[in-house]
């Protein structure tokens, strides 16, 4: 019950509608379900607050966890106590458990288990004691000498126990949560170059930041500058202040004999224990910060690439660009099936370009292709020239889009496209991919690792297992509020449906291939090891275009047909001959009738009924239709072409946390600093674009030498 409490606190939501999703996540629901068919007892709680609350729920299952372990632990030993025990129930955060646990846990041999060893832990609580009344330590010492354990002298024996206090005082659970409250408000985060060398991290030569206002994507940057050797980093923070905080705690008035070792013992604890371990500390803690700020970022521009509008209905030709092997070239249908591929050689060192333009010109004219894909990866700008040149000889016929190809030559070579595209080699693969990305981005690259997709920064360096888990719940998300076609999906896209896992998207395929296109919903009961609880979850987020039972076509879950029959029939329509009936008007109706009163009369609730209403009105809606559509070129630019205050339309590619880049049409993205998007400030990029908008932009600044380029949305004073 405490759980749901501080959940309920933490998001500020309803306890109700907390402990509802507790419950269905603990039922085995899945995060796309609860978010479209249990929006009665969630509150109408949207995916992505699932997702936090499905993730805080862990890691608070994970704290009570451990917490037990180790209270557990220190039972074993006959060392708990209700001070600890009550510690324990305080904590809020895993490195306080682990700071209770740290004087208890089993250590290596160390200096203070040497001198313990050699029977010197009396001393030592003997002088931590800290009487008035104390002889001289050194005195007290003469009474532990034991020439058997090599403590010959007063010195030794002192020693020892000095390691015996440092060591305590490191342990001590209270202090070290003072010192890293005061460490992370005060401390200091320094950089120096290794090297003389100009590098990419040139700007963190000699550089210094608060910890407590670094931004995340400097503290990557620093992180990695370190693993490759260009950089130094150090924490710093006032050494004088730390050990007045550890004196406060530790050294007791009044002065006495012992207050002076007492006070070296603790400037060896802080020095030599303390200052290390907590600045190991930070700087995880700040990559941590800065890990989850950069996946939630990516996460964000994952989900604004995959929902992209597609270019439906189009003929598209891939271009695949390359140099020594020629362009690679793809045409797809309508429905992204394979017309035809081949190869040109317009860029050097063959610069057969006439030959290429003759190939190319053929192949639109002949598949009457409208939309043209071209990969931004090498040789992508003379494949950008050589293909506007040509288009400019058609008249329009067609338009082309440069397309990040960002992950396509995973796919290419990977077991999937091999066994979607046997009769094709790894590079004509690519060029298919490419097409097809444009005509529905979605359903492409849901085949790809949505890390190698590359819409963030520094995502090789995240930590690879959480990366992935949250990009995977982007996806899962996509490919659920857009819907799935039952009888064309591939696996990948399958695999992705809630309720689906790799197995059974495979066993759909293989039954379909083997019994032809499923006819209703309910022939996947039929699926080997699809069953009750997966039919459940997946069954409303696909879609049979070709079945009879017109519900089967729409979003409306089948535990719902009966509801959703009924409500037409309440609004005067006829709900068997749903095919031919125009409802348009079904809202208008339905209020009329007064959405309450229908919605006590079926039995369900006003959420459910109004996502009912609007489905039904549009059946299979695709979300991405309502998004403006890509930004298709016939000409091209250079980089020289490029004067300071030309206006341009761009295409946003990537938002990070200092900025945005756009492509407009120069092959090279240009770049929105964060303090050119708005004239009033904003926290961050995604505030004001996301992937894939159409902004208009103003040239601030082209550097030819650096190939950069400076971009602004401010509009000038005046105009």
Same mark, same amino acid.
């Given at each position: ?14 306890? #109700? ?44 299952? %994970?704290?009570?966890?451990? /917490? ?6 220190? #039972? ?15 904590? /809020? ?112 030569? !000699? ?8 931004? %995340?994507?400097?503290? *990557? ?61 930070? @700087? ?66 063959? +610069? ?54 960002? !992950? ?12 979607? &595209? ?17 005509? #529905? ?44 076609? *039952? ?44 069953? +009750?609880?997966? &039919?459940?979850?997946?069954?409303? &987020? ?29 609004? %005067?329509?006829?709900?068997? @001959? ?75 590619? +990537? ?15 240009? *770049? ?48």
């Amino acid at each position: 019950m405490e759980l749901i409490q501080q959940l309920t606190a933490e998001f500020s939501l309803r306890k #109700d509608h907390v402990e509802n999703v507790v419950k269905l996540i603990d039922d085995g629901n899945t995060i796309p379900f609860i978010a479209r068919y249990r929006k009665e007892m969630t509150g109408s709680l949207d995916d992505q607050v699932l997702r936090a609350l499905a993730d805080r729920l862990g890691y608070l299952r %994970g704290l009570e966890k451990r /917490k037990e372990e180790v209270r557990s632990a220190i #039972d074993e030993q006959g060392k708990l106590t209700p001070e600890i025990e009550e510690a324990l129930a305080a904590a /809020k955060i895993l490195s306080e458990v682990e700071d209770i646990y740290r004087p208890y846990r089993q250590k290596r041999r160390t200096r203070a288990s040497i001198a313990k060893e050699k029977g010197l832990e009396p001393l030592a609580l003997e002088i931590l004691e800290q009487s008035p009344q104390s002889p001289e330590p050194l005195v007290l010492a003469e009474t532990y000498l034991n020439p058997e354990k090599e403590v010959a002298t007063p010195e030794e024996a002192l020693s020892g126990a000095l390691d015996i206090i440092a060591e305590q005082v490191s342990d001590n659970a209270v202090l070290r949560g003072k010192l890293r409250t005061y460490f992370m408000k005060n401390a200091i985060l320094r950089s120096e170059g290794k090297t003389e060398e100009d590098s990419v991290y040139s700007m963190y030569y !000699g550089y210094s930041e608060p910890v407590s206002k670094i931004a %995340g994507h400097r503290i *990557l940057a620093v992180d990695r500058g370190e693993r490759e050797g260009f950089l130094k980093v150090s924490v710093e923070c006032a050494e004088n202040r730390c050990l007045e905080l550890i004196f406060r705690e530790i050294v007791r008035p009044p002065v006495g004999p012992c207050t002076q070792a007492v006070k070296t013992a603790c400037e060896d604890a802080y020095s030599r224990l303390i200052f290390p371990s907590l600045e190991r500390e930070i @700087r995880s803690s700040l990559t941590e910060t800065a890990d989850e700020s950069a996946i939630k970022v990516f996460a964000i521009n994952l989900k604004q690439l995959l929902m992209q509008p597609p270019v439906k209905g189009t003929v598209t030709l891939g271009f695949d660009p390359a140099y020594r092997t020629g362009c690679k070239l793809a045409v797809v249908d309508e429905t992204g099936r394979v017309l035809t591929t081949t190869v040109i050689y317009p860029t050097p060192p063959q +610069n057969k370009v006439e030959e290429a333009r003759k190939t190319l010109t053929g192949l639109i004219q002949k598949y009457n292709v409208s939309a043209i894909a071209i990969g931004n990866g090498t040789a992508s700008r003379e494949s950008e020239i050589f293909v506007a040149d040509t288009l400019r000889e058609l008249n329009g016929q067609a338009a082309y889009m440069v397309v990040s190809e960002a !992950g396509a030559s995973v796919y290419s070579a990977s077991k999937l496209a091999a066994e979607e &595209f046997p009769e094709y080699d790894v590079s004509l693969r690519s060029a298919v991919s490419i097409a097809r990305r444009l005509q #529905d981005p979605l359903a492409e690259l849901v085949k790809i690792d949505p890390k190698a997709i590359g819409v963030g920064q520094y995502q090789h360096d995240m930590p690879q297992n959480r990366l992935g888990e949250a990009l995977s719940g982007v996806v899962e998300d996509c490919v659920n509020s857009v819907g799935v076609d *039952l009888n064309t999906a591939s696996e990948s896209l399958l695999s992705c449906v809630a309720g689906i896992n790799k197995t059974v998207a495979k066993n759909i395929v293989a039954y379909r291939e083997e019994n032809g296109a499923f006819s209703t919903r309910k022939t996947l009961m039929k699926v080997p090891k699809l069953g +009750n609880k997966a &039919f459940e979850q997946c069954a409303g &987020f696909l879609r049979v275009p070709e079945s009879k039972e017109y519900l089967d076509r729409t979003a409306v879950h089948p535990e719902s047909y009966t509801a959703a029959r009924r409500l037409l029939e309440l609004t %005067g329509f006829d709900s068997k @001959r749903l095919e031919l009936s125009d409802l348009s008007s079904l809202r208008e109706k339905a209020e009329e009738a007064g959405l309450s009163s229908l919605s006590e009369a079926l039995g369900i609730g006003l959420p459910t009924l109004n996502d009912m209403i609007g489905e039904l009105m549009k059946p299979g809606r695709d979300p991405r239709d309502e998004l403006p559509k890509p930004l298709l070129r016939t000409d091209v630019m250079g980089i020289d072409d490029l004067t300071e205050g030309m206006v341009l339309d761009g295409t946003v590619r +990537n938002v990070i946390d200092f900025g945005a880049f756009v492509d407009i049409g120069v092959h090279l993205d240009g *770049l929105v600093h964060i303090s050119e998007m708005a004239d009033q400030f904003i926290r961050h990029p995604s505030e004001v674009v996301k992937v894939g908008d159409i902004v208009s932009v103003r040239v601030i600044g082209v550097d030819k030498k650096k190939n950069r380029i400076s971009l602004s949305m401010k509009v000038p004073k005046g105009e």
